[in-house]
């Protein structure tokens, strides 16, 4: 549930991501977002925020701070650095206070801009935007009230937000997601339809094709788009050499950001390319080591588990051993225990034990699967059968 409800908050909050291609009614000036110049800044930014350098970002979002103190888009640039933070490991509740004041200030700063205009757009975006980030991290902490009035403040400032559509491609991203994810909710989720019911309906595959658009073609929202795409791809659409293909490009242009080189790790393994995921699970196990910022025992879980995998595979079993013992730890740092990547490490290192005609070791580790997976889970069924079929 609590990840259906963060997709419902990213298609109908986040939707609009970027607002339209107009002008401030009572000015006739262009809203601050479609400055080129700034529109320059604020890439470098963002680019380097997305690389993890956020001293760089927020000391540009500092200097933005300054020169416009009165304007929401610094105070949520900075949120928005917090929230990579957060992104890397959204178990780890350090980030969630200067995070949500950093929201905070910005929604209270666009507030004021809709007092003096209750028909500025650029104002209503930053309050649909900020309501959404809220409510997708009171999601992930299982606030459900708090999550639930996040949602719809910022469906109401969504639709205060749009205008001028088909001038600005920004605001196809919003479609996008709407698209794709009204259809799959229903799929998914049949109790929910009646709420999916209350809006038009979507086609999947023109949000798919939308978000290749944007992924293309985009200012603000090229990115964002890129993320869905090989999420996306790589899970709901069972298209995973179409994720690989995106994340190789992420992990190219970020090569310092860990979400997007674990998911490199991950798609090379999942397309059965040994050497290269070997390689970046290597790197990513040295980065940790390092102390680099942003990677951490979360990343630490995937590369490992591929390390084992590997190794297992060839019949290099000590090292097997080894790499499903640093998944283990790695999940128990990051308080993953009911992952797929530590039950099945678990269950390995249970099959290698039971090689090495030690029961009493196979037995605790197939104990341990049965004690963190649900019964319904797949890794629960095979820890059973293994266990009735040896014996242990």
């Known amino acids: 549930m609590r990840y259906l409800f963060l997709r419902l908050l990213l298609f109908l909050c986040l939707g609009s991501s970027s607002i339209a291609n107009a002008q401030s009614p009572e000015q006739g000036t262009p809203y601050l977002l479609l400055d080129k110049g700034l529109q320059y800044r604020i890439t470098k930014a963002i680019n380097s925020m997305y690389n993890f350098d956020f001293a760089t970002a927020e000391h540009d979002f500092t200097v933005i701070m300054y020169q416009y103190p009165e304007h929401p888009l610094p105070d949520f640039l900075m949120g928005l650095a917090y929230w990579w933070r957060i992104e890397v490991n959204v178990e780890n509740t350090r980030y969630d206070n200067i995070f949500i004041q950093y929201l905070d200030r910005a929604n209270e700063k666009a507030k004021k801009m809709l007092e003096k205009d209750p028909k500025n757009k650029e104002a209503a975006f930053f309050l649909a935007a900020g309501y959404g980030f809220q409510g997708r991290l009171y999601s ?44 799959w909710i229903p799929e998914n989720y049949p109790l929910l339809k009646p709420v999916v019911a209350l809006f038009p309906k979507g086609n999947k595959k023109l949000g798919l094709q939308q978000l290749e658009s944007v992924a293309s073609n985009a200012f603000y929202t090229r990115v964002e788009a890129q993320y869905f795409l090989f999420r996306l791809y790589g899970s709901e659409e069972k298209r995973p050499l179409d994720a690989l293909r995106i994340v190789t490009y992420l992990h190219e242009k970020f090569p310092n950001n860990p979400y997007f080189h674990r998911s490199l790790a991950r798609y090379l393994y999942t397309t059965g390319k040994w050497t290269e995921a070997m390689r970046e699970s290597f790197a990513i196990l040295d980065r940790i080591e390092k102390r680099q910022v942003g990677y951490e025992a979360n990343s630490g879980r995937y590369a490992a588990f591929f390390l084992g995998e590997y190794f297992y595979r060839v019949g290099n079993l000590p090292e097997a051993k080894k790499y499903f013992s640093k998944t283990l730890s790695f999940g128990e740092e990051s308080e993953s225990q009911e992952s797929g990547y530590y039950l099945y490490a678990l269950i390995s290192l249970g099959k290698i034990a039971t090689k090495e005609k030690n029961k009493p070791q196979a037995r605790y580790y197939f104990n341990a699967v049965k004690k963190y997976a649900k019964r319904k889970h797949p890794a629960h069924q095979e820890a059973r059968e293994f266990i009735k079929k040896n014996k242990l």
């Open 140 to 183: 992930e902490r299982k606030s459900w009230a708090k999550a639930t009035f996040a949602g719809k403040n910022a469906l109401n400032y969504m639709e205060l937000s749009r205008g001028e559509q088909e001038l600005n491609p920004e605001l196809l991203f919003g479609d996008a997601l709407f698209n794709y994810f009204s259809i």
